[in-house]
């Protein structure tokens, strides 16, 4: 079953909505969090590594201000898309992995955002 | 930095034909290799890894080899279905970096009865 349970799976809303996205490891606890972006048919492109207690770090280009991430627990993440306009609408996918070595990474099932 | 390159899309296959996605990367040190699968509308789920040169990994059917000397992880299997139609990413993770993945542009096969 699944590991990482991603929220809402699909949100259309009006542009300047803010958008939070969910994403909770169920079984296990996850200091460590990502969060990505697939443009379709394209890749995923790492956003952000969400870190549990303290600041995310985010990739080149990403704009902090823009996509708010808080990691408050050790099975909680959330990415808030703030003011979002059409231009945020893609694929957002979440992922983190158990504590250990050589641990794979676990999706969640994504989440589909859609700005009208 | 580490990067991915996997061959471009779509492959289209006749069902029960034998499949190959070609997978090179660059990394520094020792990266563990992935293969992801991604299903319509859905987040990527684990295929099969491998975490040290000569590693063969496997799951449902699909093998892929970790080959050192050509930078190499392609994704083979005897025989595929209509059901194994999805993308597929070929991923790295460095091995002293934590589990940050680099992922390759995806795949998308098509399989067709």
């Known amino acids: 079953g699944a590991v990482v349970s991603q929220h809402p799976s699909r949100v259309i809303c009006k542009s300047g909505t803010s958008v939070k996205i969910e994403c909770r490891s169920l079984d296990f606890q996850a200091t460590t969090m990502f969060w990505y972006r697939q443009f379709p048919k394209q890749s995923l492109m790492l956003m952000a590594t969400?870190?549990?207690?303290?600041?995310?770090?985010?990739e080149q280009g990403v704009e902090k201000d823009k996509f708010l991430i808080n990691h408050a627990s050790l099975t909680l993440s959330t990415l808030t898309v703030t003011s979002a306009h059409p231009e945020d609408s893609s694929f957002y996918i979440c992922s983190a992995n158990r504590q250990g070595g050589n641990q794979p990474q676990h999706f969640g099932d994504g989440t589909r955002l859609s700005i009208l | 930095g580490d990067s991915v390159t996997q061959m471009e899309g779509p492959v289209t296959l006749s069902e029960e034909a034998f499949l190959t996605i070609n997978c090179t990367y660059t990394a520094t040190g020792y990266p563990s290799l992935f293969w992801y699968v991604q299903y319509p509308g859905e987040g990527l789920q684990l295929l099969l890894k491998a975490t040290k040169a000569d590693d063969k990994g496997s799951n449902k059917g699909f093998e892929a080899t970790y080959r050192k000397e050509t930078t190499s992880f392609h994704l083979e299997k005897g025989s595929v279905q209509v059901s194994d139609s999805a993308v597929y990413f070929c991923a790295l993770s460095p091995g002293d970096a934590g589990n940050m993945l680099t992922f390759g542009g995806g795949t998308r096969l098509m399989v067709k009865p």
């Open positions: 969400s870190n549990e207690g303290s600041k995310a770090t985010y």
